[in-house]
C-alpha cells in the first residue's frame, strides 16, 4: 500500500503555523520589480509570472461545480462545492482583461496568514494583483482542432494557483488545463458571489489525512464527470454561467493526462489506479512510504500500467520505500528525475517567487532554503522543471517522441535521472 512517509507526514499535520503558513504560500507568486531593490520598502509589492514559451495565447475561466451527490465530508452540509479553472489556448489577436492570480477576498486571507512568516505587515504583498499571462474568458482559439486535457492538484492546504507557471507553459504549448481548489482543505476559496470558504479541518490525525486523499479523490472524479457533461454540450457551472465559445468542442477526453504537487502527485497516481480515464500522470515530490502502519491511500503498490513521471528532490525511489514499490510494479513507461540541490516546493511557483521577494523583504535564509533547496541558479531550475512536464505530456497525449527522457541533459544539469 502506499503511505506517506513519516517525515512528510509530520509536515501535513503541522497545520498553519509559521514556518508550514509561509510554506502554503498558497499559491501565491511573489516579487520584487527590481532586482536591486532596497529591503526596506514600504510600497506594495508585485509580481508578473515569466512569459511561458509556446506559441499560442491564453484563456482561462471559472467553473462553480456543485456535486448533489456528496455532503462536504468537513462541514457535514449538503452538496460539495468546488471552483474549478479551465485554461485554453486562445486568438492572439484577444486583448481583454487579464485573470488575476488570486481573488482579492481569498488573497487577503492567504496574507493575513504568511505575512507574519514574511516579516511583513499586512497587505504589503499585493497578491490579488500579480499579473498572469492570461486573458479572462477569451475566445478559443478553435482552429487547433481537439486537444488534449490535463488535470492539476495541487498540495495539501495549497490553492490551485500554485503551479501557475506551469500551467500557462503547457497551454502555450496547445493543451486544455484544469485547475481545482479542494474546498475545507484550502485555505481560501473565493466563489462567485463573493463568499469564502476557509479551511475547516479537524485535530490533526492519520484519520484526517486519509479522509482528505478520500475527498481529494472524489473531487477529481467529479470534475471529469463535469468535463464529461460540458463536452457533451451541457453546462456544469452552478449558475449556467456563459462558456467560451466553442470550449466544449475543443475539449479531447480521450487523452487525459494530470499532474499535481505532493499531495496531488500523490493523487495522480491513485486515481490513475481506480479510473482508467486518466491515461499518464506526474508526481512532484509527493513521499509515500509503505512502512507506516496504518494505511492511508488506497492499495497502489502493485503500480501502474501506464505512463508516469516521479520528479522529486529528496524522493527517489531509491531513499523511499513507497517510491521504490511503485517503481518495481509499474511495468509502463516510467522515468525517476532527481533535483538533488531543490527543496518541496521547487516544484511550484515558489522556486520563482521567493528568491524575488527576498531582494525587497529579506526571507529568512532557512525558510527559502527550506522550500526551495539551495540551487546557484533557481530560474533554471524551474525553467527546466517545466520543460520536463511539458515534454512528458508530449510523449504520451500527443504521441512525440522525446529524446530528452533518454538521460541527463547537459541543457539541464540541476537534473539528474535515477535509474
Not at 100 to 126: E, F, R, W
Not at 166 to 175: A, F, I, R, T
Request: neutral net charge; proline residues 5%.
Amino acid at each position: 500500500m502506499f503511505h506517506f512517509k513519516k517525515k512528510f507526514y509530520r509536515k501535513w499535520l503541522i497545520g498553519l503555523t509559521a514556518v508550514v503558513g509561509l510554506c502554503l504560500l498558497n499559491g501565491t507568486v511573489i516579487d520584487a520589480k527590481e532586482k536591486g531593490t532596497s529591503r526596506v520598502n514600504t510600497s506594495k509589492i508585485t509580481y508578473t509570472l515569466p512569459k511561458p514559451t509556446g506559441n499560442y495565447n491564453i484563456g482561462t475561466t471559472e467553473l462553480h461545480l456543485v456535486d448533489k451527490t456528496r455532503k462536504d465530508f468537513w462541514t457535514g452540509k449538503p452538496n460539495r462545492e468546488l471552483m474549478i479553472s479551465i485554461w485554453y489556448p486562445t486568438k492572439k489577436e484577444y486583448t481583454g482583461k487579464k485573470a488575476p492570480y488570486m481573488h482579492t477576498k481569498s488573497a487577503a486571507i492567504t496574507d493575513k496568514n504568511i505575512a507574519p512568516s514574511l516579516g511583513v505587515q499586512v497587505g504589503q504583498i499585493d497578491w490579488a494583483n500579480f499579473q498572469t499571462h492570461a486573458w479572462l474568458d477569451a475566445p478559443i482559439e478553435n482552429k487547433l482542432g481537439k486537444r488534449p486535457v490535463i488535470l492539476y492538484s495541487p498540495g495539501f492546504g495549497v490553492p490551485r494557483t500554485a503551479a501557475t507557471t506551469q500551467v500557462e507553459e503547457l497551454v502555450s504549448h496547445g493543451y486544455i488545463v484544469v485547475t481545482m481548489d479542494h474546498t475545507h482543505e484550502t485555505d481560501a476559496v473565493q466563489f462567485p458571489d463573493g463568499r469564502v470558504e476557509v479551511q475547516q479541518l479537524p485535530a490533526q490525525s492519520v484519520q484526517r489525512t486519509r479522509d482528505a486523499m478520500q475527498v481529494r479523490e472524489q473531487d477529481i472524479k467529479f470534475v471529469l464527470d463535469q468535463l464529461t457533461i460540458l463536452k457533451n454540450g451541457g453546462n456544469p457551472d452552478a449558475a449556467k454561467k456563459k462558456m467560451p465559445l466553442g470550449l466544449n468542442k475543443i475539449l479531447d477526453l480521450s487523452h487525459i493526462g494530470m499532474f499535481g504537487h505532493s499531495a496531488g502527485g500523490i493523487n495522480a497516481a491513485d486515481v490513475m489506479e481506480n479510473d482508467k480515464r486518466i491515461d499518464a500522470g506526474i508526481n512532484l515530490d509527493g513521499a509515500i512510504n509503505v512502512q507506516i502502519t496504518e494505511s492511508i491511500m488506497s492499495p497502489s503498490s502493485k503500480g501502474l500500467q501506464r505512463p508516469f513521471l516521479l520528479m522529486g528532490a529528496s524522493n527517489t525511489h531509491e531513499s523511499d520505500l513507497g517510491w521504490k514499490a511503485f517503481w518495481e510494479h509499474t511495468t509502463e513507461w516510467k522515468r525517476d528525475l532527481n533535483i538533488p540541490t531543490g527543496g518541496h516546493y521547487s516544484f511550484t511557483d515558489h522556486q520563482l517567487i521567493l528568491p524575488y521577494l527576498d531582494n525587497v523583504i529579506d526571507v529568512p535564509d532557512a525558510v527559502q532554503k527550506g522550500m526551495i533547496g539551495a540551487s546557484t541558479n533557481l530560474e533554471r531550475v524551474a525553467h527546466s522543471v517545466r520543460i520536463y512536464i511539458t515534454a512528458f505530456f508530449n510523449q504520451h497525449l500527443l504521441d512525440q517522441t522525446q529524446t530528452i527522457f533518454d538521460g541527463n541533459s547537459p541543457e539541464h544539469p540541476d537534473v539528474r535521472f535515477v535509474e
